[in-house]
């Protein structure tokens, strides 16, 4: 059974930062494409950041420069580094897997808040 649990989201004031941590279980991370994706209130579900397999990474317009996706494969867990956040950056955040896009495993999610 796969399992993705998020882990530390919370409050932070604009301009701060939060690490994100996705640990996997009954996958392997490093054999994946894997993704954070976030949802803010009333807004549609999109992708924020990818890593593949290869360690090819992509990152939403809105946050490049800002976040860093990473993984440990000895922990087998995905990072989300935040910095400089922004109140638009307030959200649900959600990890995921998959093949070929990372869609097919799904976290719980993680909300992030950040005050202005």
């Known amino acids: 059974q796969v399992q993705l649990v998020e882990s530390g989201g919370g409050l932070v004031q604009a301009g701060g930062s939060l690490r994100l941590s996705c640990a996997a279980s009954?996958?392997?991370?490093?054999?994946?494409?894997m993704g954070w994706y976030r949802q803010a209130p009333e807004k549609q579900r999109e992708m924020v950041t990818m890593i593949t397999s290869g360690g090819t990474t992509d990152y939403a317009d809105s946050v490049k420069g800002r976040f860093t996706i990473s993984r440990d494969n000895a922990k087998n867990t995905m990072y989300l580094e935040m910095n400089s956040l922004k109140p638009e950056d307030t959200a649900v955040y959600y990890c995921?897997?998959?093949?070929?896009?990372?869609?097919?495993?799904w976290g719980q999610g993680t909300q992030v808040t950040v005050s202005s």
């Open positions: 995921a897997a998959g093949a070929i896009t990372p869609s097919r495993y």
């Open positions: 009954g996958i392997i991370v490093s054999m994946y494409t």
